[in-house]
């Protein structure tokens, strides 16, 4: 008989009718294949909103995750329960983070009382907007644990923030994200491994591999580490259990009850009998400034918070370090009397209360999966100058210490607060793209939604009213330049597009571009997906005003340059490529290969410019011709290779005798010409004689080749400008002359 109920095709008449139900797919020892637990995933009715993906989309759009949220987990608990997935099983039921607060935790911990004794249940938080409510979040996993249920992260690996709150949360069981099972191994995937592995080697956490679809799939799930896996492998999600697989106990580890203390202080975190010091403020601002040089280093799975006691303490200064903290690791947050909830874009703040024992202390947290550290310090309530103020404190690496005192300070990071809506939003400021997105809009909405979704450039819109300006909407091209889902990107700030590599210069200047409310234009460096596989982005932003003229939006227009950019580095490198060998031809030409210095043609266009000058300075240069004597006896008789060697030396030695700005230069076989430029016309020739003398008394020194002493001598002659010649050949010609002569005494008389 075919159904005349009409479709439920808007997220309120799925509300309205409680028309959410859970399927269930089994999870599975990988070493046994016994089946341990179940997750719980939400379905809507048959219609558009049927898949979890367009109905979590349509409720965050609506206004309404709460309301859905906690209506998929009421359903999970009662349909296991007729289900009858009873004891030993487990049933892994999801809650999103963001709605913690306006979905509190009573009505689902209730639901346990109604479950089959003994039926564990694993709360999983998803790693999408685990900074937004951090305080809630780890409040929730402290009411979870006293009823004695488990925690799962889930979609480890997706981004980078659940690597850094992992610590924090300490969960029981880590879901792998099906990329890391289901892609080719990376560099981001050695890196999510590395961290997962060793926290479940510090802490017994179980490693689930989600995704696994075939053999393949398993073996890299072993590979990766994990003990459970899920997947179509091992049974599609269905409404009742598998009856194919034997059953067993998921066992595990024991977590302590209480993880969050919104009432503890980061120095009482430290354990007792911890050796205390003295300092004043002076050395904790250049330790504390050193921690933060640390977790720059670490990159985007570090967490980093901070107390300031009062608003006053954060600096600008401070802000400008904390800027790059903000843009080069996971969570940053700061803490102190009078701090607002964003003391600079992207930091976390919080005011603390002046009977809150973390208001009298200064603490520095920072902690990322393979390091911790903290400065844990109390005010000693010194006056006088403000730099000599004493603190007593620890400086300690201890794990343990270091995490819980990360919690004492996160458990007080209040939620983000939403952005203000006006009475009259259409009158008031522009819609925002989710209201453009949602169905029965007026027909220019539709027409902008269909337009942004169609083009083939990517598109971004940020909420600069909200802290860390989210974004709220993406198209799909934007989903593709990024390699992510627009469910893993909505809600971030998008500056996870970056990466180390990225100019510095181009993201300070495109940050003082948004601070302005001005465009912005540029082709910078980003990373796509989970392998962080990197491209060039032509950028393109602009702000969005409401009707005071207030900046309430930035759409972002992003283009793949890559080829383009790669196209001009090449031609770019091709040109330096050519100036180096033109470089080298010139080099060639006007080198001699032996000795490295000028030959003729370039001593020449030397001496010229030379003689040039001291044409208009009224200066005197001199030119000393070089033939060395006894050079030819040590070439025959010890051969070319030797006579080389001797040249080198001699070359070595006259310039070791010459001034920086004298000229030298191997004319050829064992002669050489020397420069001497700047000279007194009245004491020209006599300086000349005195180089002479010089050159002469290094080149009487023995040199030795092959283990023996060789010595030689040389000749020279000088000619002097303006006396001898104006012009570089006819004072060649005349030192050439009087070399000869005082070489060849008895044919200069003949």
């Given at each position: 008989?075919?159904?005349?109920?009409?479709?439920?095709?808007?997220?309120?008449?799925?509300?309205?009718?409680?028309?959410?139900?859970?399927?269930?797919?089994?999870?599975?020892?990988?070493?046994?294949?016994?089946?341990?637990?179940?997750?719980a995933l939400a379905r809507g009715?048959?219609?558009?909103?049927?898949?979890?993906?367009?109905?979590?989309?349509?409720?965050?759009?609506?206004?309404?995750?709460?309301?859905?949220?906690?209506?998929?987990?009421?359903?999970?608990?009662?349909?296991?329960?007729?289900?009858?997935?009873?004891?030993?099983?487990?049933?892994?039921?999801?809650?999103?983070?963001?709605?913690?607060?306006?979905?509190?935790?009573?009505?689902?911990?209730?639901?346990?009382?109604?479950?089959?004794?003994?039926?564990?249940?694993?709360?999983?938080?998803?790693?999408?907007?685990?900074?937004?409510?951090?305080?809630?979040?780890?409040?929730?996993?402290?009411?979870?644990?006293?009823?004695?249920?488990?925690?799962?992260?889930?979609?480890?690996?997706?981004?980078?923030?659940?690597?850094?709150?992992?610590?924090?949360?300490?969960?029981?069981?880590?879901?792998?994200?099906?990329?890391?099972?289901?892609?080719?191994?990376?560099?981001?995937?050695?890196?999510?491994?590395?961290?997962?592995?060793?926290?479940?080697?510090?802490?017994?956490?179980?490693?689930?591999?989600?995704?696994?679809?075939?053999?393949?799939?398993?073996?890299?799930?072993?590979?990766?580490?994990?003990?459970?896996?899920?997947?179509?492998?091992?049974?599609?999600?269905?409404?009742?259990?598998?009856?194919?697989?034997?059953?067993?106990?998921?066992?595990?580890?024991?977590?302590?009850?209480?993880?969050?203390?919104?009432?503890?202080?980061?120095?009482?975190?430290?354990?007792?009998?911890?050796?205390?010091?003295?300092?004043?403020?002076?050395?904790?601002?250049?330790?504390?400034?050193?921690?933060?040089?640390?977790?720059?280093?670490?990159?985007?799975?570090?967490?980093?918070?901070?107390?300031?006691?009062?608003?006053?303490?954060?600096?600008?200064?401070?802000?400008?370090?904390?800027?790059?903290?903000?843009?080069?690791?996971?969570?940053?947050?700061?803490?102190?009397?009078?701090?607002?909830?964003?003391?600079?874009?992207?930091?976390?703040?919080?005011?603390?209360?002046?009977?809150?024992?973390?208001?009298?202390?200064?603490?520095?947290?920072?902690?990322?999966?393979?390091?911790?550290?903290?400065?844990?310090?109390?005010?000693?309530?010194d006056s006088g100058p403000d730099?000599?103020?004493?603190?007593?404190?620890?400086?300690?690496?201890?794990?343990?210490?270091?995490?819980?005192?990360?919690?004492?300070?996160?458990?007080?990071?209040?939620?983000?607060?939403?952005?203000?809506?006006?009475?009259?939003?259409?009158?008031?400021?522009?819609?925002?793209?989710?209201?453009?997105?949602?169905?029965?809009?007026?027909?220019?909405?539709?027409?902008?939604?269909?337009?942004?979704?169609?083009?083939?450039?990517?598109?971004?819109?940020?909420?600069?009213?909200?802290?860390?300006?989210?974004?709220?909407?993406?198209?799909?091209?934007?989903?593709?330049?990024?390699?992510?889902?627009?469910?893993?990107?909505?809600?971030?700030?998008?500056?996870?597009?970056?990466?180390?590599?990225?100019?510095?210069?181009?993201?300070?200047?495109?940050?003082?571009?948004?601070?302005?409310?001005?465009?912005?234009?540029?082709?910078?460096?980003?990373?796509?997906?989970?392998?962080?596989?990197p491209w060039w982005n032509e950028?393109?932003?602009?702000?969005?005003?409401?009707?005071?003229?207030?900046?309430?939006?930035?759409?972002?227009?992003?283009?793949?340059?890559?080829?383009?950019?790669?196209?001009?580095?090449?031609?770019?490198?091709?040109?330096?490529?050519?100036?180096?060998?033109?470089?080298?031809?010139?080099?060639?030409?006007?080198?001699?290969?032996?000795?490295?210095?000028?030959?003729?043609?370039?001593?020449?266009?030397?001496?010229?410019?030379?003689?040039?000058?001291?044409?208009?300075?009224?200066?005197?240069?001199?030119?000393?011709?070089?033939?060395?004597?006894?050079?030819?006896?040590?070439?025959?008789?010890?051969?070319?290779?030797?006579?080389?060697?001797?040249?080198?030396?001699?070359?070595?030695?006259?310039?070791?005798?010459?001034?920086?700005?004298?000229?030298?230069?191997?004319?050829?076989?064992?002669?050489?010409?020397?420069?001497?430029?700047?000279?007194?016309?009245?004491?020209?020739?006599?300086?000349?004689?005195?180089?002479?003398?010089?050159?002469?008394?290094?080149?009487?020194?023995?040199?030795?080749?092959?283990?023996?002493?060789?010595?030689?001598?040389?000749?020279?002659?000088?000619?002097?400008?303006?006396?001898?010649?104006?012009?570089?050949?006819?004072?060649?010609?005349?030192?050439?002359?009087?070399?000869?002569?005082?070489?060849?005494?008895?044919?200069?008389?003949?």
């Amino acid at each position: 008989m075919i159904s005349t109920q009409p479709a439920l095709s808007t997220i309120d008449e799925v509300l309205h009718a409680a028309a959410v139900h859970s399927v269930y797919q089994p999870i599975v020892e990988l070493d046994t294949g016994r089946v341990v637990a179940y997750e719980a995933l939400a379905r809507g009715p048959q219609g558009p909103l049927h898949t979890p993906d367009a109905l979590f989309a349509a409720a965050r759009a609506a206004g309404r995750l709460a309301e859905l949220d906690r209506l998929c987990r009421s359903a999970a608990l009662r349909g296991a329960v007729e289900a009858e997935l009873r004891p030993p099983l487990t049933v892994f039921v999801n809650v999103e983070p963001e709605v913690l607060e306006s979905a509190p935790m009573d009505e689902l911990l209730a639901i346990a009382t109604t479950a089959p004794a003994g039926l564990r249940v694993v709360v999983e938080i998803t790693e999408r907007a685990l900074a937004t409510r951090p305080a809630d979040l780890l409040r929730t996993v402290e009411r979870v644990r006293e009823v004695g249920w488990g925690v799962a992260l889930d979609d480890v690996g997706a981004e980078s923030m659940s690597l850094a709150f992992m610590p924090l949360l300490r969960p029981d069981v880590v879901k792998l994200d099906l990329r890391l099972v289901q892609q080719r191994p990376g560099p981001a995937v050695a890196e999510i491994m590395n961290a997962v592995n060793g926290y479940a080697e510090r802490t017994g956490a179980l490693v689930l591999a989600e995704g696994i679809e075939d053999e393949e799939h398993l073996a890299m799930a072993s590979a990766l580490g994990a003990s459970l896996g899920q997947g179509w492998h091992f049974g599609r999600p269905g409404p009742t259990a598998v009856t194919d697989r034997p059953v067993g106990s998921l066992d595990l580890p024991c977590a302590e009850v209480r993880v969050a203390g919104a009432t503890d202080s980061p120095f009482g975190c430290l354990p007792e009998g911890t050796q205390l010091r003295t300092a004043p403020k002076a050395l904790l601002i250049e330790l504390s400034k050193h921690l933060e040089r640390q977790a720059m280093r670490l990159g985007e799975t570090c967490v980093v918070t901070a107390t300031f006691q009062e608003a006053r303490h954060f600096t600008p200064a401070t802000s400008l370090r904390y800027r790059d903290l903000v843009a080069r690791t996971g969570f940053v947050a700061a803490l102190g009397e009078d701090l607002p909830v964003e003391p600079v874009p992207g930091v976390r703040g919080a005011h603390l209360a002046a009977t809150d024992p973390v208001r009298g202390e200064w603490d520095v947290v920072v902690l990322s999966p393979h390091f911790s550290a903290a400065l844990l310090a109390r005010d000693l309530g010194d006056s006088g100058p403000d730099r000599q103020r004493r603190y007593e404190y620890a400086l300690t690496y201890d794990r343990r210490t270091v995490e819980r005192a990360g919690v004492a300070l996160v458990a007080r990071v209040a939620a983000q607060p939403a952005p203000a809506t006006p009475a009259d939003p259409g009158r008031d400021r522009q819609p925002t793209a989710a209201a453009v997105a949602r169905d029965g809009g007026t027909v220019e909405e539709v027409l902008l939604h269909r337009a942004l979704a169609a083009t083939t450039s990517g598109v971004a819109i940020a909420d600069m009213t909200a802290p860390d300006q989210p974004l709220l909407y993406v198209n799909a091209a934007f989903e593709q330049l990024a390699g992510l889902s627009a469910a893993q990107v909505l809600g971030r700030n998008c500056r996870f597009l970056q990466g180390p590599d990225t100019d510095p210069g181009v993201v300070a200047r495109m940050r003082a571009a948004i601070r302005e409310g001005a465009e912005f234009r540029a082709t910078l460096l980003n990373h796509r997906g989970p392998d962080r596989e990197p491209w060039w982005n032509e950028i393109h932003l602009a702000p969005v005003l409401d009707a005071s003229g207030a900046v309430v939006q930035y759409i972002g227009v992003q283009t793949d340059v890559t080829a383009r950019v790669t196209v001009e580095r090449e031609l770019l490198q091709e040109r330096d490529r050519t100036r180096r060998h033109l470089a080298q031809i010139e080099e060639l030409a006007y080198t001699d290969p032996l000795t490295g210095l000028p030959n003729r043609r370039r001593f020449e266009e030397r001496m010229e410019a030379a003689l040039w000058q001291a044409r208009l300075g009224g200066d005197a240069v001199a030119l000393l011709f070089l033939d060395l004597d006894g050079f030819k006896a040590v070439n025959d008789a010890r051969g070319h290779a030797a006579g080389d060697e001797l040249l080198q030396v001699v070359a070595d030695r006259l310039r070791a005798r010459l001034r920086r700005g004298d000229l030298l230069a191997r004319l050829g076989g064992d002669e050489f010409l020397v420069g001497l430029p700047g000279l007194d016309p009245a004491t020209a020739l006599t300086e000349a004689w005195q180089v002479v003398g010089q050159l002469c008394a290094a080149l009487a020194e023995p040199v030795l080749l092959g283990g023996e002493p060789v010595r030689v001598s040389a000749s020279i002659g000088v000619s002097v400008h303006p006396e001898d010649g104006a012009e570089f050949g006819p004072l060649l010609h005349r030192a050439d002359a009087r070399m000869y002569a005082g070489k060849h005494p008895a044919d200069a008389a003949g």
